[in-house]
């Protein structure tokens, strides 16, 4: 299917690799649909695009590339509900907010997108541990290896957008 | 908005599946049981705001059109931290 984005114009991405998030974004309660854009190959951060609205786009990192002990707790209630079966399809995803100093960058640990990547079906979790940030500087992770950085991305991306 | 009064280990029922307990009160603070389904989400106010207004600053700080390549240069500031620009 094709759909249009403000940032890469109309593309095509496979339907197969759209992802529904249950509850929407918060913020963004109405758009239930999202697609995994890869930008440039070897980068780990990645675009997750609204299928609906071509203007709404998070820039997303592996949340195991900010911090390599994340454990979340993620509730059976929350698992039930994204039809989880074995931790190996789970893909957590973190939010990133942008800022002009590269190292000034920060991830929201707080609230994972917590991808089922057999089923594509997502939620946006906020974890009551509040030891979790929701600006957590993405620098504090001295070890970037890239090929385990942008591992997981490839399962479950649609496109590979210039 | 509707205003009640209730006492300890009284519930208040909202809809047919949503139940609110007020479980013990200390000074100020009191504890609350809520039961409900598992898609009805529960949060406290201020941790939802929170993570609203993040979401929000993050879709506004990405959609300049210089992010993509702030991208890249980020990443390679990251991997390479000593390294001049």
């Known amino acids: 299917m094709r759909i249009s984005t403000t940032r890469f114009g109309d593309i095509g991405i496979d339907e197969s690799r759209v992802i529904w998030i249950k509850g929407g974004m918060l913020g963004f309660e109405h758009l239930g649909r999202y697609v995994l854009l890869i930008q440039e190959e070897k980068n780990p951060f990645w675009w997750f695009q609204s299928v609906e609205d071509g203007s709404v786009a998070f820039v997303v990192i592996n949340s195991l590339v900010v911090k390599q002990d994340y454990e979340p707790l993620i509730s059976d209630d929350e698992a039930r509900l994204l039809e989880i079966s074995s931790p190996e399809d789970v893909v957590l995803f973190s939010v990133v907010t942008i800022r002009s100093d590269p190292f000034k960058v920060t991830a929201n640990l707080r609230a994972p997108i917590v991808v089922n990547s057999k089923k594509m079906l997502a939620k946006q979790v906020i974890l009551v541990d509040p030891n979790y940030p929701v600006q957590h500087p993405i620098t504090e992770n001295k070890v970037f290896s890239e090929e385990k950085a942008c591992e997981k991305g490839e399962i479950i991306s649609s496109a590979l957008v210039m | ?85």
């Open chain 2, 1 to 85: 908005m509707l205003i009640l009064t209730r006492k300890l280990g009284e519930t208040i029922r909202i809809g047919n599946e949503i139940k609110v307990t007020i479980l013990e009160a200390r000074g100020k603070q009191l504890r609350i049981g809520i039961d409900a389904p598992a898609d009805v989400t529960i949060h406290r106010e201020e941790v939802y705001q929170m993570i609203r207004e993040q979401n929000i600053l993050a879709v506004e700080t990405a959609r300049d059109n210089s992010t993509g390549k702030s991208l890249s240069n980020i990443w390679n500031r990251l991997k390479n931290p000593e390294e001049e620009v």
